[in-house]
């Protein structure tokens, strides 16, 4: 911990605040953005839900009162109501069935209250949010879905060039992976786990 | 910060003037070897080897909690031991409360409420000082999961033998021979006591000679997280 003298209060992942100290909360690295932005960088594997992250959820539960239950990956299941899809109206539902997975956005999710999804923007398009059929999801760490999701990720970019497939990273640490052939896509998975510790070289 | 303090046995006795023997005192902590990240089912899991004793500690959390023991304005932390042998029976239930009460502060649990946090702790091998083992454990995997802490607590043991020697992380051997041994626990800036255990008849101010002795000890365990 260290003392620092900052007139606004910072609220970010991995550090609190007491008085004038600011200190660490989690085991990680910290970083520093100038002027007063600190915060931990840890790698782990269980997902605080975070509003306005986009995640991976599978559905658990069959609509009641016309919400699905969605689970993220967190202490409590995401609620995601029928009408959040693209084009879907009160006659006009969506075909989404227990056990798909889907891709959406959280529009509600602080600890006090149970998080709720979205898979349209506020315009009302979808942007590639809902139901992703096929593939193969798997659970990895934060760290590494964070890695992949930066503009132009190495990772991602060494394994365009030899591989064709379409991947989708959710924030709470799940990647759904699609790629022609069963085999492949297996093969990806696994590599993809370990990929998170290579530095630039060794993945080439 | 609040002291939790669980006394077995305390007789007063009259003690003659012991000598501090200096030289006993500064004996150092038996090594310590740590495994984080080994089971992949947990959220977080560590192994930790104090000399021999070993305890393996699974972490979950924030998890779905059932409804009875969900609290509104905090995470409900959930305490399970295993002995190495049998089944568990009353003493590690009551060990179970003893680690509950001295983690639920060290954890910020205000973050998580209508949450859970479960510790699953799995005696290895128990070589004396297994209760500050299982704490140092529970601990490193606390930060091995990315539970947000209030401070890392370390937890040191220490036997007060017949002739007033102090022994720091005693075996089981040394544990039998000692007229009482004390697990203290500690926080971050090392001065204040989170919570301490003795078993065995001793006065409060070989209690308070222990605790203070353990600080040093304490601290060493603060630069091995």
């Keep these: ?204 | 910060a609040s002291c939790v303090l669980e006394i077995v046995q305390v007789v007063n006795v009259l003690c003659a003037a012991m000598d501090m023997d200096t030289e006993n005192e500064k004996a150092s902590l038996r090594h310590c070897v740590c495994e984080q990240g080994l089971l992949n089912r947990c959220d977080g899991s560590a192994r930790l080897q104090q000399g021999s004793t070993s305890v393996m500690v699974g972490v979950f959390g924030p998890a779905e909690v059932r409804m009875s023991k969900e609290l509104s304005n905090r995470a409900t932390v959930e305490v399970t031991y295993k002995p190495k042998v049998g089944l568990p029976v009353v003493k590690h239930r009551a060990l179970e409360q003893l680690i509950r009460c001295t983690c639920e502060p060290c954890i910020l649990t205000a973050l998580h409420p209508r949450s859970l946090v479960s510790i699953t702790i799995q005696e290895e091998h128990d070589d004396g000082s297994l209760l500050s083992c299982t704490l140092n454990a529970i601990c490193l995997a606390l930060m091995d999961a990315g539970m947000a802490m209030n401070y890392p607590m370390a937890a040191v043991s220490c036997a007060l033998m017949t002739d007033g020697d102090l022994v720091f992380d005693p075996t089981a051997e040394q544990e039998k021979e000692a007229k009482a041994t004390v697990t203290s626990i500690f926080d971050k800036s090392c001065a204040d006591v989170v919570s301490c255990h003795a078993v065995g008849a001793l006065t409060v101010d070989q209690l308070d000679r222990c605790l203070e002795a353990c600080k040093p000890a304490a601290a060493s365990i603060q630069q091995f997280y």
């Design chain 1, 1 to 204: 911990s260290f003392t620092l003298s900052v007139t606004t209060p910072i609220t970010s992942p991995g550090v609190r605040r007491e008085g004038d100290q600011i200190i660490a909360a989690k085991s990680g690295i910290l970083r520093h953005r100038p002027p007063v932005t600190y915060w931990i960088d840890n790698n782990q594997r269980r997902y605080v839900p975070v509003v306005e992250e986009f995640v991976i959820g599978i559905v658990t539960g069959k609509p009641s009162m016309d919400v699905y239950r969605v689970d993220i990956g967190g202490s409590m299941p995401a609620a995601l109501s029928y009408l959040n899809f693209e084009g879907a109206t009160k006659r006009n539902r969506p075909s989404v069935q227990v056990g798909d997975t889907i891709y959406g956005q959280l529009i509600v999710a602080s600890k006090d209250m149970e998080p709720e999804m979205t898979c349209v923007t506020v315009a009302g398009k979808a942007n590639g949010m809902g139901v992703l059929e096929d593939g193969l999801t798997f659970q990895s760490s934060l760290g590494l879905c964070r890695e992949l999701l930066v503009a132009e990720s190495p990772i991602l970019a060494a394994y365009g060039k030899r591989f064709r497939f379409e991947i989708t990273v959710g924030a709470n640490g799940r990647i759904w992976l699609k790629s022609p052939s069963v085999s492949q896509t297996i093969a990806l998975c696994n590599s993809l786990d370990s990929a998170g510790m290579l530095s630039t070289e060794q993945l080439e």
